[in-house]
């Protein structure tokens, strides 16, 4: 994502200093990251309902 030229390009946005896109990275991955999809891997949990079934299970255990 992050490259050695002067502009930087993440996603569709150019930016022409790298800290202009690292102070952006944080809604890029936010956009990418959903919490709420579900997932075939997680027997069709959200990332979140994975986590807390995960934290309850290791608490019981």
Not at 14 to 27: H, V
Not at 40 to 58: D, G, T, W, Y
């Amino acid at each position: 994502m992050i490259d050695c030229s002067s502009t930087t390009r993440i996603g569709r946005r150019t930016y022409n200093t790298r800290q202009e896109a690292q102070q952006d990275m944080p809604e890029c991955i936010e956009m990418f990251d959903d919490p709420v999809r579900k997932h075939v891997s997680n027997a069709m949990l959200s990332p979140l309902h994975f986590e807390q079934r995960q934290i309850l299970h290791a608490q019981s255990v």
